[in-house]
């Protein structure tokens, strides 16, 4: 079994900054992408950003120049720098991976964390 557990949301002002962490636990060979998506009340998951396991980045147009992606292979983890944070961007941040275990022919294409709750207000 694959876990994927976030944290680091929480309540900023706008103009503030976060900073979140998603880290991938089980017998793991290999991670290959990791990301970040938005969930908000309503509407579909969002992607904000991604890194493959060689470390190239792809953004949301919405989030460029304002958030970074970066991940830890070692450690298994991905973070997501926010900032210039903007009352548009509150929702739930879900991490997801791409996971090859230990054992041999076993891969998660798409595993999923629970979600960080951001919440953007003054």
């Known amino acids: 079994q694959v876990q994927l557990v976030e944290s680091g949301g929480g309540l900023v002002q706008p103009g503030g900054s976060l900073r979140l962490s998603c880290a991938a636990s089980?017998?793991?060979?290999?991670?290959?992408?990791m990301g970040w998506y938005l969930q908000a009340p309503g509407k579909q998951r969002e992607l904000v950003a991604r890194?493959?396991?060689?470390?190239?980045?792809s953004y949301a147009d919405s989030v460029k120049g304002r958030f970074t992606i970066s991940r830890d292979n070692a450690k298994n983890t991905v973070y997501l720098q926010m900032n210039s944070l903007k009352p548009e961007d509150a929702a739930v941040y879900v991490c997801?991976?791409?996971?090859?275990?230990?054992?041999?022919?076993?891969?998660?294409?798409?595993?999923w964390g629970r979600g960080t709750l951001v919440t953007v207000s003054s």
């Open positions: 890194i493959t396991n060689g470390g190239s980045t």
């Open positions: 997801n991976a791409g996971v090859v275990l230990t054992t041999p022919g076993y891969i998660y294409p798409e595993v």
């Open positions: 089980g017998s793991i060979s290999k991670i290959n992408d």
